[in-house]
């Protein structure tokens, strides 16, 4: 059961992820008329879903450990990923760009972050109310 459902929760990032891609790529003109870089958009998009991905199996894998322990350990670590490579990736984006860094595009990405720390965060929720009701 544990299985599918980590699969359902790929299969949801990766939805996020095409709609994410898709929208960003066909409104790129109507982002460069607000302002908005969309390759800032893509870049993160990118990089959230692959630590997303990345974090939930970490989270998936530690729930079939019978130490809960090891659970709260790997969406701890899980956490810390996330953020300190979103800040390293940023401080790189912000140090390269010099001048031309592009706030609404990190702003977007900051959305697109709490996009997926939901779907993450869902997938986890209901993997443990079916293991508690198994």
Not at 96 to 108: E, H, I
């Amino acid at each position: 059961m544990v299985a599918l459902t980590k699969s359902s929760a790929f299969n949801k990032a990766l939805i996020a992820f095409a709609l994410i891609t898709g929208v960003t790529i066909m409104g790129k003109n109507w982002l460069a008329l607000q302002q908005i870089d969309y390759r800032v958009v893509l870049g993160g998009n990118i990089l959230l879903f692959l630590i997303s991905v990345v974090t939930t199996g970490m989270s998936v894998n530690a729930l079939k450990n019978p130490n809960p322990h090891a659970f709260v350990r790997a969406v701890y670590a899980g956490f810390l990923i996330r953020l300190f490579t979103c800040a390293i990736a940023a401080v790189i984006y912000i140090v390269m760009a010099k001048d031309g860094v592009n706030k609404y595009g990190l702003f977007l990405s900051m959305l697109t972050y709490f996009v997926y720390t939901a779907i993450e965060v869902a997938a986890i929720q209901k993997i443990l109310r079916d293991k508690k009701n198994a």
